[in-house]
């Protein structure tokens, strides 16, 4: 669960970040200097829940996405708000707390699955093959693959696995995942050394492809020609392709690369930091459960 709060007594915002995530590790408390930092966060999904200090002006909170809740605080337990808004109580036992959080926070579904919640797996996810295409060199898809394991088994997913077929045909790189599928939650699939004959049957069977590029102008070309050419080569319609397809970035160099001109892929983000790269995982994460 990711709290955000705008609250400028420093004071309760160190003691309750302390005693929450010193207590509970499925916890993350964020401080915004403004109601408007808050919500760029909260539009880039990376907050589960905002506590605005009921002193500070929320006239602009209607505009915060429905993803995120919103509550105000209070100085006494029982008090009203002066706003549309629910009001909480600032002064509270750590145990009091984390029952007001889960009661936000984990009325999303999405959101307790992309967050760790418990650990425990979600079963929309039991199975997926996330297919990783690479339109640079091969570490550049394949480094993201791993890294999203591991992002994955820090939430507390367990069985995992990464595969890099080196085989001649579609059939016999599936005939390698199959086993895998069956005995993992999730089965990261990366491909580097492809053509349109030997991606067929990956993309057609897996449950997310991500388009991985470096953003330089020949990995860009690749994987345009590879979209402009997956709904002819597999026989499904381009809105078929597009809503199972997303681009993600990896080693982007603002002197050497550029953002591909293509207006129609979902946007992941980029892995040039670990905020970036959490922020563009748990995207990842919520659209390989609507597989």
């Known amino acids: 669960m990711r709290i955000g709060i705008t609250d400028r007594d420093t004071e309760f915002f160190n003691r309750f970040g302390n005693a929450m995530t010193g207590r509970y590790k499925d916890v993350e408390i964020l401080s915004f200097p403004t109601l408007k930092a808050a919500k760029t966060a909260a539009d880039e999904s990376l907050l589960d829940l905002l506590l605005i200090d009921g002193k ?32 909480v109580c600032r002064y509270q036992s750590v145990e009091e707390w984390y029952t007001v959080l889960c009661g936000f926070c984990r009325q999303s579904e999405e959101a307790l699955a992309v967050r760790g919640g418990a650990g425990e797996l979600p079963q929309d996810l039991q199975g997926t093959v996330c297919l990783f295409i690479s339109g640079a060199d091969g570490d550049c898809a394949l ?3 791993a890294a999203f394991c591991r992002f994955l088994s820090e939430k507390g997913l367990s069985r995992l696995a990464t595969l890099e077929p080196c085989f001649e045909s579609g059939e016999a790189i599936w005939r390698a995942a199959e086993p895998l599928i069956k005995r993992s939650e999730l089965v990261s699939l990366c491909l580097f050394d492809w053509n349109n004959d030997k991606v067929v049957i990956p993309v057609l069977n897996a449950g997310q492809v991500v388009l991985v ?34 681009l993600l970035y990896n080693g982007f160099s603002p002197q050497s690369g550029e953002l591909l001109k293509n207006d129609e892929v979902s946007k992941l983000g980029g892995l040039d930091c670990e905020r970036n790269k959490k922020a563009a995982f748990e995207k990842l994460v919520i659209r390989c459960m609507r597989k």
Do not use: F
């Not at 209607?62 to 209070?74: E, G, Q, R, W």
């Not at 402009?228 to 997303?246: V, W």
């Open 143 to 145: 480094s993201a693959a």
């Open 56 to 87: 500070t002006c929320i006239n602009h909170s209607a505009s915060i996405p429905a993803s995120c809740k919103v509550a105000v605080l209070t100085d006494e337990k029982g008090a009203n708000s002066d706003y549309s808004l629910p009001a």
């Open 213 to 246: 590029t470096d953003g330089r102008k020949e990995s860009n070309e690749k994987i345009s020609k590879l979209l402009h050419d997956l709904p002819r080569i597999t026989g499904q319609t381009k809105a078929e392709i597009l809503e199972k397809t997303a």
